[in-house]
């Protein structure tokens, strides 16, 4: 993987077309968790100290190449300038005469957000025409969105093909970061998935069982590895459907030498409530009208040993139900562990997908993993073994 990065680039005065992921949390016109904001403040920093014009794309939602005024990128151009403390000018359109009078009248270093680039049909479509359109705003390309990376639309993917196109540091840091992770990772790897479904990560289980040495299972999708072998769950979760599709991929994993680590033991409870009555029971005492919420202790114990046995973590779901208290003693358990490890400098550790991040954060140790990506799909089709085209298209 080799790309050109910020280091590579001629700025000084130059209009720099700079795709970010501004996809942030919103509620009632207020930005209510800045973190992707402030992952690409170092990048537009550093093009704006350069002497470029920071001209800068982003999507909001889902608008389906519509105007849509809820998905205005307008509220967020106030709350990424006040965490970057200059001015960030705004425009009504991405293309056309608004953009280029307002690029036109940039000064270098100056920043200005271009509304949503979705409200454009030729987006998502990654349509030439649109793409030229774009462009004429520009002279070079810096795409700092991983997490739009899985994307093949026209600010993500064309652009790169029209002008000099970088990779930014936020970029730039999350492919050094995944490459260290599972490309040439220090073995041996672990990984931890967890998760409701197995249905939503079969490619990943697939692709991971064939490149790491430990794989942990937990969260809901646990229960249809652990029906497959015939142990009763009871009412919890399970895609019962998919007990063929575990029993392969378990195959696969013992072909391969990956040790798949499953739960040994159930902490269940009759409601899916915050609070609710609970007991820990091994897996052969699993109640008809219980569910399996978390894991129990012991495999908690489990999954604290094979962490302390890898030099490399990749982790991507909860492995219980985290979001409701006090199922969320596993996930919180591991990950601090992890963290301490990292900390001691034996564990590079990468974590990434939405509930993940979440699960981090509720820990209180998001800050303490090697890396913590902010993407969701990107880096799951990351970890599927997929082509990224926005990656792709900077190589
Ligand atoms: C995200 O929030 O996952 C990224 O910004 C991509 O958004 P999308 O799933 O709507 O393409
Ligand atoms: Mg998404």
Redo the contacts with the bound molecule.
Sequence with gaps: MTFKTLDDADLKGKRVLTRV?L?VPMDAGMVTDHTRIDRVLPTIREISEKGGKVILMA?FG?PKGKAVPEMSLRPVALALSERIGTPVGFVEDCIGPAAKSAVDGMSDGEILLLENTRFHSGEEKNDPEFVAALAENGDVFVNDAF??AH?AHASTEGLAHRMPAFAGRTMQAELEALQLALSTPERPVLAVVGGAKVSSKIDLLENLVARVDMLVIGGGMANTFLAAEGVNVGKSLCEHDLKDTARAIKAAAEKSGCEIVLPVDAVIAREFKAGAANETVPLDAIPQDAMILDVGPASIERVAAKIDTAKTLVWNGPLGAFEIEPFDKATVAAARHAAERTKAGELKSVAGGGDTVSALNHAGVADDFSYVST???AFLEWLEGKELPGVTALE
Excluded: E, F, L, V
């Design positions: 992921d996809n999507h889902r997490s739009a994307r993407a969701g799909g």
